[in-house]
């Protein structure tokens, strides 16, 4: 899994790029508000598509061991607050969904463009994870996501078992 190379515009080491998006209660997420806390940021394509809530759930289930070290989770899609708000309700999320409509988070970060699904190219999400710490310093990106499995996979890179 690479830990330090990234799809899009940023790298390990640079502070997070400038956005600002909406949660699922309609309350401002920018980069200035991730400051002084750490953050698991993941980047999916879509709310209550089969790959994308395995991605969630997986999240979900060890959002315990995140929390305990003191991150704050965030799953970011160009899906709506209400969306959000259902399909956080849906399946218990303890975790905020950002609404990015617009894609200027998915933008910022690099995290949306061309890929390649069904054998042909679409535009679409890059399915990432962003890790920062308390002074929004990247500390990790994680690109080769096995969805059912990503919430291991985010807290094994991180030391957290």
């Known amino acids: ?3 330090t190379e990234s799809k899009g515009n ?15 209660n ?8 991730l400051t002084g806390q750490k953050s698991i940021i993941f980047f999916y394509g879509q709310d209550d598509s089969p790959t994308c809530t395995k991605e969630a759930c997986s999240v ?15 799953g970011v899609s160009k899906d ?14 303890p975790y905020s969904l ?5 894609l200027s988070m998915m933008n910022a970060f690099g995290y949306y463009g061309p890929k390649i699904f069904m054998g ?9 994870t962003v890790v920062s710490d308390e002074s929004g ?9 096995v969805s059912a499995e990503h919430g291991k996979q985010i807290a094994e890179a991180l030391g957290l078992y």
């Open 1 to 3: 899994m690479a830990l």
């Open 10 to 24: 940023i790298r390990v080491g640079q502070k997070i790029p400038a956005f600002a998006a909406w949660d699922e």
């Open 26 to 33: 309609g309350n401002t997420v920018t980069d200035k508000s």
């Open 60 to 74: 979900r289930d060890e959002y315990e061991t995140f929390s305990r070290h003191g991150y704050k989770v965030y």
């Open 80 to 93: 709506t607050a209400k969306k959000h708000k259902k399909f956080i309700e849906k399946y218990r999320f």
């Open 98 to 102: 950002i609404a990015d409509p617009e």
């Open 120 to 128: 042909k190219e679409v535009m679409g999400v890059y399915r990432t």
């Open 137 to 145: 310093t990247i500390t990790h990106i994680l690109d080769d996501v």
